[in-house]
C-alpha cells in the first residue's frame, strides 16, 4: 500500500498517535502542525486523505477545509472535532468534509473510518442497484471507476459528490428527500444536517451543469427535495 495521508494537528502527542498508528496499518503519514502549513502541504502534494483538527492555530480546520474545496481538491476530509460542539461539525460537513470523529477518540475507530473512506473512495459506494455505466446526454458516469466525464471531459468530484451523483443518476426521476440522501449517503448518524445535503448539491452542479440556477440533471422538487431528471426530460 503507497497511500498517502496528511495530518493536520497541532498537538504534538496526537499527531506522533496518528503517525504511528496509520503507519502500522500501512499508510504513509505526513504531519503539519499548523492550518497554513497543512494547506499548502495539501495543495502541493498527491494525498487520498487528509485528517483535519478544526481548532488550529492561525488558520483554522474549517478555512483549510473551504480552500481546498474552492482549489478544487477533491482528496477525501477526516475532520477531528471537539465532543461538544455540534455546530462544529455541522458547519465542517457543509463546507465539504466526508467525515468527522470527536474527539477523544479510540485508534481503532480512526483506523476504521480512515479504512472506509478509503475504501469507497476506490470503489462504487454501496448505495445504488447497478455498477454499469450510466449515460445521460453529455454526462457520463463510470460507478466502478468512480469517475464522472462531462462531453469527454473528466469532473472532479470529492467522494461525497460522487456519491450523491450515482445514487441519483442510479435511480432517474426519483425523488428523494434531504434526510433521505444523508442516509443513504452519509449515514443514519447525520440526522439533522439536512442542509449539508444542500450544500453538496450546489457545489456538484456547478460541476456538471452549463447553468447550475437552471439544473438539467439534479431538479429540485420543491417541498420535497431533489431527484434526478428521467430520460425524457434529457432528450427534449
Known amino acids: 500500500m503507497d497511500t498517502r495521508i496528511l495530518a493536520i494537528e497541532d498537538n504534538p502527542e496526537i499527531a506522533d498517535l496518528l503517525r504511528m498508528h496509520l503507519s502500522e496499518a500501512g499508510y504513509r503519514v505526513e504531519i503539519a502542525g499548523d492550518g497554513e502549513t497543512g494547506l499548502e502541504m495539501a495543495l502541493r502534494g498527491d494525498y487520498a486523505l487528509i485528517i483535519l483538527d478544526l481548532m488550529l492555530p492561525g488558520m483554522d480546520g474549517f478555512r483549510v477545509c473551504q480552500r481546498l474545496r474552492a482549489q478544487g481538491k477533491t482528496m477525501s476530509i477526516l475532520m477531528l472535532t471537539a465532543k461538544s460542539e455540534e455546530i462544529d461539525k455541522v458547519l465542517g460537513l457543509e463546507l465539504g468534509a466526508d467525515d468527522y470523529l470527536t474527539k477523544p477518540f479510540s485508534i481503532r475507530e480512526l483506523i476504521a473510518r480512515v479504512n472506509a473512506i478509503l475504501r469507497r473512495s476506490r470503489g462504487f459506494p454501496e448505495i445504488g442497484p447497478s455498477s454499469r455505466t450510466l449515460e445521460f446526454d453529455r454526462l457520463t458516469i463510470y460507478p466502478d471507476k468512480r469517475k464522472v466525464t462531462l462531453g469527454g471531459d473528466p469532473v472532479e468530484l470529492t467522494l461525497k459528490e460522487f456519491?450523491?451523483?450515482?445514487?441519483?443518476?442510479?435511480?432517474?426521476?426519483?425523488?428523494?428527500?434531504?434526510?433521505?440522501?444523508?442516509?443513504?449517503?452519509?449515514?443514519?448518524?447525520?440526522?439533522?444536517?439536512?442542509?449539508t445535503v444542500n450544500s453538496h448539491i450546489n457545489r456538484l452542479r456547478v460541476k456538471i451543469e452549463n447553468d447550475p440556477s437552471h439544473p438539467r440533471y439534479i431538479r429540485t422538487v420543491w417541498g420535497y427535495g431533489y431527484r434526478f431528471a428521467e430520460l425524457e426530460e434529457l432528450d427534449s
Request: proline letters at 6%.
Open 163 to 195: 456519491d450523491l451523483l450515482a445514487l441519483f443518476a442510479a435511480n432517474p426521476g426519483v425523488p428523494f428527500t434531504r434526510e433521505q440522501l444523508l442516509d443513504r449517503v452519509w449515514g443514519y448518524s447525520y440526522s439533522g444536517y439536512e442542509h
